[in-house]
């Protein structure tokens, strides 16, 4: 079995979830990381044991012995690094959103299409099991044509303050499900409308509502809210309703498929996208970095979503900010 070595780009705290899932998956070696700040490059390195420890992407992405990188900067910062490691012949982990306008997206769309290496967006939701299976009963034709789907993603205050002033929850949360919608509909958007709701003092609202129509004559309802209570049992509300003309397909993501009592009330951890299991960093976030290491090993284009759809999640997504913004419905 061919080892990948691989380096991260980018060591904030999801920076260091993409190391504590790679250094779970027996085809990965974590070979080099990346980020400005000396003392957290340190304290990282040290932490997994890697010696090669850069302050420049351009000086990392040189090595020729590298093989792939994960680029987990912010979303804002993620057209120059990923780009110059797809020009560099690295196979690219990018994660969501592909980037904050189309014009970085058709960038990095372009520079993946010339390049040698692999790319994927870290689209985790087509990792859930429940969202894969969805599309499975989808693809065979279980429910019909797809008329109405209706998603809810919502978070507790505390961690949207985390967030909030750095991206807003239509493009940081509704990414999610407009990939979900596009994936499953296999549609185009075609105008979306969009409401925000400012409930605390950040740089963005913390509520956005969006409503997509598709080409294919189906509507969708996205909830993105990211100031329910901070005493929420859980981290995340997550939920989905997909209607068919001759079914229907529910996802239910969140409390009570698992809950602790102590004495500070109900809780309801993680048990989806980066549980910690027997010790390791597991669940879809190690799942979908496991997929494109054995990509990237085999020398095979991922294929479980592709440059453009990640693209066209945010042009979407874009729409519905400058839907909100304005008022007006937005045509794509």
Same mark, same amino acid.
């Given at each position: ?60 992405? @040189? ?18 690094? @990923?780009?110059? @490691? ?29 390049? +040698? ?17 969805? +599309? ?36 940081? $949360? ?23 709701? +400012?409930?605390?003092? &950040? ?26 209570? $901070? ?20 996802? &239910? ?16 951890? $993680? ?6 299991? &027997? ?54």
């Amino acid at each position: 079995m061919k080892r990948v070595k691989y380096g991260v780009i980018g060591l904030g705290w999801f920076g260091e979830k993409h190391c504590e899932a790679l250094a779970a998956i027996p085809q990965v070696e974590l070979h080099s990381f990346c980020t400005r700040t000396e003392s957290r490059l340190n304290e990282v390195g040290d932490r997994f044991g890697v010696e090669r420890r850069f302050q420049d992407y351009h000086e990392m992405l @040189a090595d020729p012995e590298l093989d792939a990188v994960s680029v987990v900067t912010m979303w804002d910062q993620h057209r120059a690094p @990923a780009v110059a @490691a797809l020009e560099a012949g690295k196979s690219v982990f990018l994660e969501k959103p592909m980037a904050s306008t189309v014009e970085d997206c058709e960038a990095i769309v372009a520079a993946a299409e010339a390049a +040698k290496g692999g790319f994927m967006v870290g689209h985790i939701c087509r990792f859930n099991p429940r969202y894969a299976a969805a +599309k499975q009963e989808i693809a065979a034709g279980k429910i019909g044509k797809i008329v109405s789907i209706y998603a809810r993603r919502n978070i507790p205050a505390w961690v949207g303050a985390t967030v909030l002033d750095k991206i807003g929850p239509i493009i940081g $949360d509704g990414v999610h499900d407009t990939d979900l919608m596009l994936w499953y509909t296999g549609a185009k958007v075609v105008s979306a409308y969009a409401q925000t709701v +400012k409930v605390n003092e &950040h740089k963005h609202p913390d509520i956005g509502w969006t409503m997509y129509r598709f080409d294919s004559g189906a509507t969708g309802v996205l909830e993105d809210n990211w100031c329910l209570p $901070d005493k929420t049992a859980f981290q995340i509300d997550e939920r989905m309703e997909i209607i068919g003309t001759e079914g229907s397909i529910h996802i &239910h993501e969140t409390h009570p498929n698992f809950s602790v009592c102590d004495k500070d009330g109900w809780h309801s951890p $993680d048990t989806t996208y980066w549980p910690e299991l &027997h010790g390791q960093r597991a669940g879809a976030l190690r799942e979908e970095l496991a997929y494109f290491a054995s990509c990237v090993a085999d020398g095979r284009a991922p294929e479980v979503i592709t440059p453009r759809e990640s693209l066209e999640a945010v042009r979407a997504c874009l729409a519905a900010e400058e839907s909100a913004a304005t008022g007006k419905i937005v045509t794509l």
